[in-house]
């Protein structure tokens, strides 16, 4: 239920996209300059999605490790006080076990 995702949603900060975007555009950028001398405009499609997912799911993994390093930490701060480990909404346990579910979804050739 989305109730029951919610606290997982948060935690890989999917709500502020601009850091899957920070790890997305050299990854496109640069497959783009290398294309363009074999005649191409774009990269792959297939090549591109794989980017994205792995931009995604690598910076979702790492606001994951870093709310459980600064768990403490957030709890004592105003700006950060309701994240899901500072508020208690998910447990160390569940974060653990989620951050090895994205580390083990990163899309590998």
């Known amino acids: 239920s989305h109730a029951r995702a919610y606290p997982y949603l948060k935690l890989i900060r999917l709500d502020r996209p601009i850091g899957t975007h920070l790890l997305l555009w050299p990854c496109l950028w640069s497959s783009a300059l290398a294309v363009h001398p074999l005649g191409g405009i774009l990269p792959p499609l297939y090549d591109a999605a794989r ?5 995604l ?7 994951t ?3 459980m390093w600064d768990r403490d930490f957030d709890k004592k701060v105003l700006r950060t006080a309701n ?18 579910a994205q580390v083990r979804c990163v899309p590998h050739r």
């Open 57 to 63: 799911i690598m910076r979702g993994a790492g606001c």
């Open 83 to 100: 994240r899901p480990l500072a508020s208690g909404k998910l447990s160390m346990q569940q974060a653990g076990a989620f951050l090895a």
């Open 65 to 67: 490790i870093n709310d």
């Open 51 to 55: 980017f994205a997912i792995g931009a």
